[in-house]
């Protein structure tokens, strides 16, 4: 019995600890995203062409919406959309897992060996990057 019981606690303990864990979990916000990450999308970089050029309405794993003709940003409802396509870019609180971040930054500072639209990002030290870490981080 003495076994059982022992057994029991520990099942306990480590239920208590992932839901500890869970409670702990970084969320994305979408106010930030709208506000500080989508506008890098649209931002030219030196030496590069915008992330938009080639992710609007792309067949990849960055698919942004289409801008309304004429507009400089995306609507609410647009924004909504981007904010689920890039969410699963992402492994919120683990920057070193998430897409978003490592696929457009140069392989020297950590980054995936190929992007075809260049390295956006030379280091982890680029304002722009941070900006990115942060939302993943769930600032």
Not at 36 to 52: A, D
Not at 62 to 89: H, M, Y
Not at 115 to 134: C, E, N, T, V, Y
């Amino acid at each position: 019995m003495t076994a059982r019981v022992a057994i029991l606690a520990a099942a306990a303990l480590v239920v208590a600890g992932m839901s500890t864990a869970a409670a702990q979990q970084k969320t994305l916000d979408y106010a930030y995203f709208k506000n500080r990450v989508e506008p890098i999308f649209l931002q030219k970089r030196e030496g590069h062409t915008r992330c938009y050029v080639c992710h609007e309405e792309a067949n990849n794993g960055l698919r942004l919406e289409k801008l309304p003709a004429g507009a400089t940003f995306w609507t609410d409802e647009q924004s909504r959309k981007n904010f689920a396509i890039v969410s699963t870019l992402v492994v919120p609180g683990d920057l070193a897992n998430s897409r978003l971040l490592l696929h457009p930054l140069a392989p020297e500072a950590g980054g995936d060996l190929f992007h075809s639209g260049g390295r956006q990002f030379a280091s982890k030290d680029d304002p722009d990057w941070k900006i990115l870490a942060q939302w993943v981080n769930g600032r």
